[in-house]
Structure formats: structure tokens, C-alpha cells
């Protein structure tokens, strides 16, 4: 059965052992926004999969879809549906 990824572990991945202030700065975003980001703390909403779409070879479009079919799938698992 498929299970999504949460956005915040793609880009994490992504990073490797970059931390948190260097790709901030190049998304033009605090430490604190994509540190909760990372963290679990905060989704993909529309702002955030906008500057998101600043890394390279993303589009805005590919996080939104990343979050919500992340929390499709874990809306279906609390009804029994997975």
C-alpha cells in the first residue's frame, strides 16, 4: 500500500547535513519558518510550496501535491480505510 512521504523529509533528504540556516537564506525564509517546517510542525500550505518552488528543479505545484496526498492517505487511515 502506498504511503507518502511528508514533504518535510523530501526536502530534509534533499538537504543532507546542510542544516537549516544556508537553505533559509537561499528560500528567502527564517531559520524558525523552515525549522518547523522540518520538524513536523507546520504542512505545505499555497506560501510555503511557493518558496519551496525556489529550490532547484521544483515547482510549487509538486509540494502542495506532496502534502496533500500526505494527508490524504493519513485521513483514510483513521476512517479504516488503510
Known sequence: MYNPAH?????YDALGDMGVTTPAKKLHVS?????????????ILT?????????PGTHESMWYEMQMSYDIRH????????
Not at 75 to 82: F, I, N, P
Open 7 to 11: 514533504p518535510d523529509k523530501v526536502l
Open 31 to 43: 531559520r524558525t519558518t523552515l525549522s518547523r517546517f522540518f520538524n513536523g510542525a507546520s504542512g
Open 47 to 55: 506560501d510555503a510550496s511557493l518558496w519551496l518552488s525556489a529550490a
Open 75 to 82: 485521513a483514510t487511515r483513521g476512517k479504516g480505510r488503510g
